[in-house]
């Protein structure tokens, strides 16, 4: 269940933030989600709801939207990069959705477009961030 730790910590920070630049009310919170993180969304967003119920305070009434961050992939040979999407396309259903849930398969799955070398690097795309905070003073 670490949509809830994520859900928290994404929240803490967004409130933190808040207190330095002396905001009241945090009016929208815009999350950046990785192509590749392993998430459950449905219960990321659930989270996130209860949280904010709970703690109120600066948060009450917060708007949060949730942008999927389109993952990036870098060969180490030869330095290509090509975007994780372009491979998606010519994987079968049950490959995208095991590299759905476990990023590392994407490794197994894929050759450099250009080189063919299985040695690359994800660049982007992974993992959660804040891209924005809005609010009120
Ligand atoms: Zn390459």
Do not use: Y
């Amino acid at each position: 269940m670490h949509e809830w730790a994520l859900a928290e910590s994404i929240l803490t920070t967004a409130v933190e933030a808040a207190e330095k630049e002396k905001l009241k009310t945090i009016t929208e919170i815009k999350v950046g989600i990785g192509e590749l993180q392993q998430i459950e969304q449905d219960i990321f967003e659930f989270a996130l709801d209860e949280i904010i119920k709970e703690q109120g305070g600066k948060l009450k009434g917060v708007k949060i939207t949730i942008e999927t961050e389109k993952s990036t992939l870098k060969c180490k040979s030869c330095e290509n990069t090509w975007k994780f999407n372009d491979i998606k396309k010519k994987l079968n259903e049950d490959e995208s959705e095991a590299i759905h849930f476990i990023p590392e398969v994407a490794f197994v799955h894929t050759r450099c477009p250009k080189c063919g070398s299985p040695d690359f690097e994800i660049t982007t795309g992974r993992g959660i961030s804040i891209t924005s905070i809005t609010g009120e003073k």
